[in-house]
Structures are given as C-alpha cells and as structure tokens.
C-alpha cells in the first residue's frame, strides 16, 4: 500500500527546468527568436513602403502620359483641361486639382481660379468669390509669388507655412498641397494645384 500511495503521488506534468543557467538560456533563446521576429517585421514594412511608393509613382506617371495625350488632342485647349484635371487627381489620390491664371501683373500680381476638379465629397471651390482676383501680395501669398516666377514650387502641411497663408488655406480645409508652376512663351501663366484635405501628403 505505501509503494501505491508513493506512486500515486509522482506529478504526470512535464517536469520544470528550475536551474537558473537552463532559465536563462531560455530566456536567451526567446530573445534571439523575438529579435528575429522584429527585424523580419521591420525589413517587411521597408518593403511595403518602397512598393507602395513606387506604385503611386507609376500611377502618377500613367495619370501624367494619359493628361498629356488628352490636352494635346486636336480642338480648343480649355475644353480639355476639366478631363485632364480628373486624370491628374485621380492618379494622384488628390482631393482637389485646380488651375489659377495670373489676370494682372503690372503694380502687383493678380490671380484668379480657372478649372478644378475635386473627388467625391470634397466641396468645391471654382465659385469662391475669395479666389477670383486674389492680390497675392495684400492676401499674404508674396512667398507663392516670388517661387512659382522663379519656376519652384510650394508645397508641404500647410500648419507649417506662414501664417499669413494658412487662414484662406484652412477655409477649403486643406491640410497639405502642391502648387506648381505654368509657364507658356518663357512667360509665368499661372500654377495648377493638387489640395490633400483629408489628412496630410507627402508631395
């Protein structure tokens, strides 16, 4: 009876490595497993961003040949800049893609919006009355002014520009834009735009 009641009580669980050097060697073990876990993520998300990046690049490419096809078909000019707007701001996942022209250059410079496209449920802005004749200087636009004439552009989380631009900005509830430059006869003509307004973009 005493050698039943002794084996009755042998544990039928594996047994516990209790040694301090097995412990720790596991613990190392599972270190190293995790490490590698991490790294792979790490490299796995490098990847995912490069891929992604390239893929908006190549769409952006396709958007561009595609608009330049279409604006140099055959018929007046200003009837195809709308198709082409929409082309550019799909390809690039904009809300917005408008198009200003400088109506007066003489004492100071004058803008005013011509086309736009915007994606779907984002308000339109060709009929602000706050964009038709804009004083770029007397509006606080001069930095906008002296780029684009010299052919760079603007662009960036608009929170980050003067503030002297961000109040007409944060109306059409832009968070970050592009703006970049139209030249026609070496003159500057005016800048077509693409608006991000539902989070900031990397231009």
């Known amino acids: 009876m005493s050698s039943d009641a002794e084996h ?3 544990p039928q669980e594996a047994p516990q490595v209790d040694a301090p050097s097995a412990a720790g060697g596991a613990i190392v073990e599972r270190t190293r497993r995790w490490t590698s876990v991490f ?12 891929r992604s990046a390239l893929e908006r690049r190549d769409a952006i490419l396709r958007g561009v040949a595609a608009a330049s096809e279409r604006l140099f078909d ?3 000019w200003r009837e195809r800049v709308p198709e082409v707007l929409r082309i550019l701001g799909e390809a690039t996942g904009s809300s917005r893609v408008y198009v ?3 109506v007066a250059r003489r004492r100071r410079i004058a803008i005013s919006q011509r086309f736009e496209w915007v994606a779907a449920g984002v308000e339109p802005q ?8 804009v004083d770029m200087e007397s ?3 001069s930095r906008w002014g002296e780029l684009l004439q010299a052919g760079e552009p603007v662009f960036g989380d608009i929170h980050e520009f003067p503030e002297s631009e961000q109040a007409l900005l944060e109306a059409q509830d832009i ?9 026609a006869g070496g003159v500057w003509w005016g800048f077509m735009g693409f608006d991000a307004c539902d989070a900031p973009k990397s231009w």
């Not at 060709?126 to 004749?133: G, Y």
């Open 126 to 133: 060709l009929d602000n009355p706050d964009l038709e004749l």
């Open 100 to 102: 200003f022209e400088v």
């Open 175 to 183: 968070e970050s834009l592009l703006v970049q430059p139209i030249f």
């Open 8 to 10: 009755s009580e042998v």
């Open 39 to 50: 790294s792979f993520s790490a490299r796995e998300r490098d990847a995912i961003a490069m």
């Open 74 to 76: 055959i018929g007046p």
């Open 139 to 141: 509006a606080g636009f």
